[in-house]
């Protein structure tokens, strides 16, 4: 089975600053893992995923996250912070990629700090 | 290439009624994965169906159904609508095959009083 946590409900950073949310899994099965970002109102996006081909994984917006298997943690960051980048952003996991259920975190929001 | 839609965007129903909610796949994708979330909450997985069959199954009780149409739209169907029910109600929509990512829809909210 897999799970996944993500420490902190609300992160609050400035407008210019990094921006670090976390995420641990765990997983049964070498994981495929993802972040997603949620507007108000809205679906869900996809940042970026993992898939095993490299540990460091680039997304959209400016987001990148690094799979570190030793701490099964896949943390999502960007280095400067935008005021649209405030949203509700999920971490997931699945066994297989595709086509196999995702299990999300509970979330973290992010507010900008102007 | 038109995008995952559902219909209707917001529905309010009383307990004990029964709701239908619609998802029309991307172009191309002929599996659609269903979710619901609660307020505050992430995303659980209720449902897939690939080429018109369930294809996995969450921890939802049976009153939770689905349906897949030849076009590969998709219905969920929820009866006897309980408080609990209240949510925000996903679909996602891929291909089968590796590497094919799942695209969400906007989803229905569905308040149950």
């Known amino acids: 089975a897999q799970s996944v946590t993500q420490l902190g409900s609300h992160v609050s950073v400035s407008e210019g600053a990094l921006v670090l949310l976390r995420c641990n899994y765990s997983?049964?099965?070498?994981?495929?893992l993802f972040w997603y970002v949620q507007y108000p109102n809205q679906g869900l996006q996809l940042l970026l995923k993992?898939?095993?081909?490299?540990?460091l994984v680039k997304g959209i917006n400016g987001f990148e996250a690094e799979f570190k298997k030793s701490e099964t943690s896949f943390h999502l960051t960007k280095p400067s912070a935008h005021m649209s980048d405030a949203a509700e952003y999920f971490c997931?996991?699945?066994?297989?990629?595709?086509?196999?259920?995702?299990?999300f975190g509970t979330g973290t929001r992010l507010t900008i700090i102007p | 290439e038109t995008g995952v839609t559902q219909s209707p965007t917001h529905l309010i129903k009383t307990r004990g009624q029964q709701v239908t909610l619609r998802c029309s796949s991307q172009?191309?994708?002929?599996?659609v994965s269903w979710y619901q979330q609660a307020l505050g909450q992430g995303p659980q997985f209720i449902f897939q169906?690939?080429?018109?069959?369930?294809?996995g199954r969450g921890n939802f009780p049976p009153r939770f159904s689905g349906l897949q149409f030849p076009n590969y739209s998709s219905e969920l169907n929820v009866n006897a609508l309980e408080l609990d029910d209240s949510a925000l109600y996903l679909c996602?929509?891929?291909?089968?095959?590796?590497?094919?990512?799942?695209?969400f829809g906007p989803g229905t909210r569905l308040t149950v009083l």
């Open positions: 172009s191309g994708h002929n599996t």
């Open positions: 997983s049964s099965v070498p994981p495929y």
């Open positions: 997931a996991v699945s066994a297989n990629f595709g086509n196999e259920k995702l299990t």
């Open positions: 993992y898939t095993s081909a490299a540990t």
């Open positions: 996602a929509s891929s291909s089968q095959g590796a590497y094919n990512e799942q695209f």
């Open positions: 169906y690939y080429r018109e069959e369930e294809n």
